[in-house]
């Protein structure tokens, strides 16, 4: 059962353009949600969150978006840099539950052409 | 943001020996740790969750006297692979989080452990 899904397994971009992630989920008590970039070979580096009271979440040329009556979010970089290129991973969790527990998508490869 | 280790960042053993990896939070105090599973082209499948001083829990399916998890303090993790077979070969991923608040609950990773069983 997969709780958290990210259906495109790659985009690509080109530089300076808009780069738009999806993420979709199925368990309404997810209340809090995360995006990671990871390159091959090495952890997860966090980028940005959003808790379920909000629905918009930016920093710097990262943007999230949280629309809870669809279960969809979506992460925004604008503008596109060829090191964005990295493997994308949404998460999610439930706050109140307090384990911490992550369920992640499958990711979704980016590539950002020069 | 915070910084987590991780030892060795590969190892290669034969079938049938055990390896211990090591995790650690360089600048913060980990409440919780994380261990994670991926697979190539895979998404990362937690394993289990260690909270200092406690034993630790482990997800459906995965064997606990397998993989051994020992949080003895907030900054150390271990997890030992216990009997290797060239099916536990996998990319190995800690995290560590802090205490969580009602709004944030980031988990920091370490760099993984590329762990090869011939």
């Known amino acids: 059962d997969q709780q958290v899904k990210q259906n495109s397994p790659s985009l690509s971009v080109q530089e300076g353009r808009i780069s738009i992630l999806n993420c979709d989920y199925t368990?309404?008590?997810?209340?809090?949600f995360l995006w990671y970039k990871k390159y091959p070979a090495e952890g997860p580096t966090f980028l940005i969150s959003?808790?379920?009271?909000?629905d918009k979440n930016e920093d710097g040329r990262f943007t999230v978006f949280l629309n809870k009556s669809a279960k969809h979010l979506s992460l925004h970089i604008v503008p596109s840099q060829p090191g964005d290129s990295a493997v994308y991973f949404c998460a999610a969790t439930v706050l109140a539950s307090n384990t911490g527990k992550l369920i992640f998508g499958q990711g979704t490869t980016l590539q950002v052409k020069p | 943001g915070a910084v987590v280790s991780q030892h060795p960042s590969w190892v290669i053993c034969k079938s049938g020996t055990s390896v211990k990896i090591e995790c650690r939070s360089l600048?913060?105090?980990?409440?919780?740790m994380f261990w994670y599973r991926q697979f190539p082209k895979q998404s990362l499948m937690l394993m289990a969750t260690s909270n200092e001083g406690s034993k630790a829990t482990y997800e459906q399916g995965v064997e606990k006297d397998k993989f051994l998890i020992n949080h003895a303090s907030l900054t150390l993790s271990t997890l030992t692979v216990t009997s290797a077979h060239p099916e536990d070969s996998s990319f190995y991923i800690c995290?560590?989080?802090?205490?969580?608040?009602?709004?944030?609950?980031?988990?920091?990773f370490g760099p993984g452990t590329r762990l090869t069983v011939l």
């Open positions: 368990n309404s008590m997810f209340d809090y």
């Open positions: 995290s560590a989080r802090g205490l969580p608040t009602l709004t944030h609950n980031e988990q920091f």
């Open positions: 959003i808790s379920s009271i909000k």
């Open positions: 600048d913060f105090q980990a409440t919780t």
